[in-house]
């Protein structure tokens, strides 16, 4: 991992001043199992992990809020103020946590000064590993302790998926924020988008590493085909729906899917939403095997993620196909499977720890050969929720 700079020193130059201000940091997230499930009513498997964003905060003695990223130093300090926190083109990067700060003013009108607040990141770009939302909670972390506002996590996390999705206008779920406000050492978590229920299930690393390796492939298309795969999903419910009362395919088994899936009219809605039942209820299996601490049937639930997003979903592609599978063919490999929307991004593999650099090096040499580049590793460990850092 990346060496992290004397962010102190860094907050006192760059803001010309002797004050020590207080640390916070909010991790990135993976999922684990469980893809294209959230819109289907069903479950997913995120945990939080070692890379995040740190932010280091202290307040003014006016109404002045300045932002500085070391990541994007290019835009120098970002200055808004406590009076007006509505959204900016200009203000770029700076957007996510002033719609954090507009939205907890609106919560808890707490807000008595000004702040001064540095960002820094090391969530690898393009990795999705979900910066936005780390960003998003370490603000919201930050404003809490600072302004004393006493929210509980999952206000705060609803917050930040309301930032998303209206003060920036992206249309996503609340797995990230959830995952990144909710996250725990040592363990994934399993969540019901719709209800929020969760719970924790322990993921025993110690001999084990988690490899996120990036396609690097630029993911041309994936917005229109994630709009068809959910629109395939949301006829097939509606088809479903004129014999059997469900509101989600995430509420069928897959012995209920396998009775019924004639009433299904075309044959690739059929493969849609087998991919939404059977993947959801991996997601139940897979917080039992982690009970159990059975890392190898785990390992089994990620293959066959990763078979019925690129056969059932078909939303892999090539290059995630290729990373999957020279993964599949190493010594010490668990599982492996794509994660995130699919169509380039990333996988994730579940490996020996005292194995990962042969690992990463025949998966790297298979890839360079039948791809023409290289993908990019990193290894995670899972790692805390966002928290003031002592």
Not at 88 to 102: F, I, S, T
Not at 221 to 246: F, M
Not at 335 to 347: E, K, L, P, V, Y
Not at 349 to 369: C, F, M, P, S, W
Request: proline share 3%; with cysteine.
């Amino acid at each position: 991992m990346t060496r992290i700079p004397n962010l102190t020193a860094e907050f006192q130059k760059i803001f010309q001043t002797a004050e020590l201000p207080r640390r916070f940091f909010a991790p990135g997230r993976i999922n684990l199992i469980g893809e294209h499930t959230d819109y289907n009513g069903g479950h997913v498997f995120p945990a939080a992990i070692s890379y995040g964003t740190y932010a280091l905060a202290a307040k003014r003695q006016d109404n002045l809020l300045r932002f500085y990223s070391i990541n994007l130093n290019e835009s120098g300090i970002i200055n808004s103020s406590l009076e007006d926190l509505s959204y900016r083109d200009e203000d770029g990067w700076a957007n996510y946590p002033k719609g954090m700060l507009l939205y907890l003013q609106q919560y808890a009108d707490k807000m008595n000064a000004g702040m001064d607040i540095l960002f820094y990141g090391n969530i690898p770009n393009g990795a999705g590993l979900s910066s936005s939302a780390s960003i998003e909670l370490v603000t919201g972390v930050l404003a809490d302790q600072m302004y004393d506002i006493g929210i509980d996590r999952i206000p705060l996390v609803q917050i930040g998926q309301r930032v998303e999705n209206e003060y920036i206008g992206v249309n996503s779920g609340i797995m990230d924020q959830f995952a990144v406000g909710m996250g725990k050492q040592g363990h994934a978590i399993l969540l019901d988008c719709q209800s929020l229920n969760y719970q924790h299930a322990p993921l025993d690393l110690t001999e084990h590493v988690i490899l996120i390796a990036n396609t690097n492939k630029q993911r041309a298309l994936s917005g229109s085909k994630y709009n068809e795969r959910r629109s395939q999903c949301e006829t097939a419910l509606r088809d479903l729906q004129q014999h059997l009362p469900i509101q989600s395919l995430g509420e069928l088994t897959p012995e209920a899917f396998e009775q019924h899936c004639t009433l299904i009219s075309n044959p690739i809605n059929i493969k849609r939403a087998r991919h939404a039942v059977y993947e959801n209820n991996r997601t139940i299996e897979a917080l039992k095997q982690l009970q159990k601490h059975d890392l190898i049937a785990f390992g089994e639930l990620m293959n066959e993620s990763h078979c019925s997003l690129r056969d059932d979903y078909e939303v892999t592609g090539k290059e995630l196909d290729v990373l999957v599978e020279a993964a599949w063919s190493q010594p010490g490999v668990l599982g492996a499977r794509m994660t995130g929307a699919g169509f380039g991004g990333c996988a994730i593999a579940l490996v020996e720890k005292d194995k990962a650099e042969a690992i990463q090096a025949g998966i790297q040499q298979r890839y360079e050969e039948e791809i023409g580049y290289k993908a990019t590793f990193y290894t995670a460990t899972i790692g805390d929720g966002a928290k003031e850092l002592a």
